[in-house]
């Protein structure tokens, strides 16, 4: 079995904060988020998983701190790659999220947001409102690959278990505000990633795949007037309103490709 961990820094288990993840604290951010990474590859690695790839995807994807991350992955995927967001997924046979959020608008829940807590208000795809967690599980099912875990906060874990009931749910925190949370301490919380791994694991053949018939429609509501997309020259775009446009293409892969 190999394993493609896709890594995101709200939902780490010492997240509390903005401050951790944009402002004066980041350096804290960048540690935690690589000790969660290493306590979910060191235990894979355990478990007999023969190669495992782990994609940075916050940011610029440059949030890991190299020297200190496991040896046990075998690559670790950072750094600019256009809009290729499941670089190297092909070689996997499952995949883990790891440190993600909920969805913008969540009530109570940590950082929640949608790509861009600057930028984008709400996510649709084909009708129904949809955050990060379920974009990229439909992403990676294109690939036939499995979500087997995620990891973030309790609105995380209730909102996959809405369209994934079987993937293995890692709660390592309960957002209070989106600013704030009640956390596990950090021993606790890696203990936490370790056994749901091994759940995960254990249970990756049980936990079904999830995709979407093409076409894909992906409604987007932006946060401030004036930036809607220039779409004159592209058909597979339409423009809704002064905040909101709507894109079409036949995989998650592609709608995400589309500027």
Known sequence: MNLYIMVDLEGISGICSRDQILGDRISEGRLMMTEDINACVNTAKEMGVEKIYVRDCHGTSNTVI????????????????????????????AVILLGYHAMAGTLGA??????????????WLNGKKV????????????????????????KLCEEVKEFSPKTVLCEVKRGMT???????????????????????????????????????????????????????????????????????ADTIADLLMMR
Not at 77 to 91: A, F, K, L, P, T
Not at 144 to 154: A, E, F, L, Q, T
Request: proline share 4%; with cysteine.
């Open 66 to 93: 190299y020297e200190k991350l496991s040896d046990n992955a075998d690559y670790y995927i950072c750094g600019y790659m256009g809009e290729q967001r499941y670089m190297g997924i092909e070689d996997c046979d």
């Open 110 to 123: 940590l950082l929640e947001h949608t790509f861009s807590s600057k930028n984008i208000q709400n996510y």
């Open 131 to 154: 955050g990060e967690a379920e974009i990229d599980t439909l992403g990676v099912g294109e690939f036939d690959k499995p979500v087997i875990m995620v990891s973030g906060d309790d």
């Open 178 to 248: 989106w600013n704030g949370a009640m956390l596990l301490p950090k021993a606790k919380a890696h203990q936490k990633i370790a056994e749901c791994t091994k759940e995960a694991i254990k249970k990756y053949n049980e936990i079904p795949i999830h995709k979407k018939q093409a076409p894909l429609t992906l409604r987007v509501e932006l946060c401030e007037r004036g930036v809607l997309p220039f779409v004159a020259n592209d058909p597979r775009m339409k423009i809704i309103d002064g905040r909101t446009y709507e894109k079409t």
